[in-house]
């Protein structure tokens, strides 16, 4: 099992920052990902921003450019850097982890961090 514990979030006016951290611990072999995903409000869970086991990384349209995701492989943690906030990023925040063990794949989340940008 993993467990993932998020921090950071908060409320903040549109086109400023905040910082999300995520650390993952347990029985944490076998990363295949780590990332973020958000929920707004009568909306379907979505991708954010996922960085891969060899760095590549992959981000929702409505953030790049203004959204960093980064890994620390040692430590187990992700960090999601949002600059450049605006109302519509307004969603409880979840970390993921996805761990593959040969061909078995586990999916996990943390509880979910609220993020609200004021306009």
């Known amino acids: 099992q993993v467990q993932l514990v998020e921090s950071g979030g908060g409320l903040v006016q549109a086109g400023g920052s905040l910082r999300l951290s995520c650390a993952a611990s347990?029985?944490?072999?076998?990363?295949?990902?780590m990332g973020w995903y958000r929920q707004a409000p009568g909306k379907q869970r979505e991708l954010v921003a996922t960085v891969l086991q060899g760095g590549r990384t992959n981000y929702a349209d409505s953030v790049k450019g203004r959204f960093t995701v980064s890994r620390d492989n040692a430590k187990n943690t992700v960090n999601l850097q949002m600059n450049s906030l605006k109302p519509e990023d307004t969603a409880v925040y979840y970390c993921?982890?996805?761990?593959?063990?040969?061909?078995?794949?586990?999916?996990?989340w943390g509880q979910g961090t609220q993020v609200t940008v004021s306009s």
């Open positions: 347990g029985s944490t072999a076998y990363i295949n990902a």
């Open positions: 993921n982890l996805e761990q593959l063990i040969w061909s078995n794949k586990r999916i996990y």
